[in-house]
């Protein structure tokens, strides 16, 4: 079953049309990949589907339901999650808490309650608990209390991934999940995005420009040209597609 859909999405900029006539299905349980070369339309696709950038025309579909009207509110409400290109992390917080931002019904933060310890302390600690053994299985848990600020590009871009999780999410849309980190821990990043499908049945939308890493890693995957899906297929069809080659590497 596609737990998200695409249908003749468009998303223009004044005169440039970033996201044209995209149409996608994202099955469930499966890592797919999203590339393109650069200003080809990755971005703009996430934010559209996140509601950063609502699409102009088209329909969005999320477990059958249209979501093409509602906020980021309502859609990270949904189970619909996403990362960004450049971390998006409060960089005055420490690790722990930023982890801890997207727990959802957090009832320490009702006004009627935060007065009274007991009301959430439970809550409050069981969420701790499972971001500590997020943050080991990313190998930043050493740092729960440093600052944000003071982490590496590539801990961060773990945190992130981390935060997204936190988030209770049923689809995780993550733009470059590996940029700026060192080739070994983008691999490791690659391992537990795959290890999250198996054991927590997740599904992935990948934005990455490390086809390297990423073909070992996706079911199938999409390619963008100028806005446009230029084809989709598996990582051996798509290494092997002319289109693609001719895009990448101007054969
Ligand atoms: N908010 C915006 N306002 C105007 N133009 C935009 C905006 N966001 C993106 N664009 C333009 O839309 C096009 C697609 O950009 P987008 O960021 O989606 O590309 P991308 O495929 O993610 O590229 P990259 O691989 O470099 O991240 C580019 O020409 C970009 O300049
Ligand atoms: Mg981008």
């Known amino acids: 079953m596609s737990l998200l859909t695409l249908e003749h999405v468009t ?6 049309r970033a996201v044209h006539d995209v149409s996608l299905e994202i099955p469930k349980g499966k890592i797919i990949g999203l590339i393109g070369p650069n200003g080809s339309g990755k971005s703009t696709l996430l934010n559209v589907i996140s509601a950063l950038n609502p699409a102009d025309s088209g329909r969005i579909l999320f477990e059958g339901e249209e979501i093409s009207k509602r906020s980021t509110d309502e859609i990270f409400g949904l189970g619909l999650v996403r ?18 931002l997207p727990v959802k019904q957090q009832q320490g933060e009702k006004p009627w309650r935060a007065p009274f310890h007991h009301l959430w302390r439970k809550q409050e600690a069981a969420a701790a608990l499972e971001s500590s053994r997020l943050l080991e299985q990313l190998l930043i848990r050493k740092h729960y209390d440093a600052l944000a600020s003071d982490l590496s590009g ?18 995780l849309l993550l733009d470059e999940p590996t940029a700026g980190v060192a080739p ?41 040209h100028m806005g446009q899906v230029l084809t989709e297929g598996s990582p051996a069809e798509i290494s092997a597609n002319s289109a693609v080659r001719e895009i990448y590497f101007g054969e």
Request: net charge negative; aromatic share 12%; proline share 2%.
């Open 154 to 171: 590539g801990q961060m871009k773990l945190l992130e991934l981390g935060r997204s999780l936190m988030g209770n999410p049923k689809l």
């Open 11 to 16: 998303k223009s900029f004044g005169n440039l």
């Open 83 to 100: 990362s960004f290109q450049d971390p998006s992390l409060f960089f005055k917080m420490t690790v722990l808490d930023n982890s801890l």
């Open 184 to 224: 070994k821990l983008a691999y490791t990043i690659f391992e537990n995005i795959a290890q999250m499908r198996e054991n927590l049945g997740l599904t992935f939308l990948i934005v990455e420009h490390r086809l390297e890493i990423l073909f070992d890693f996706v079911d199938s995957l999409y390619v963008m």
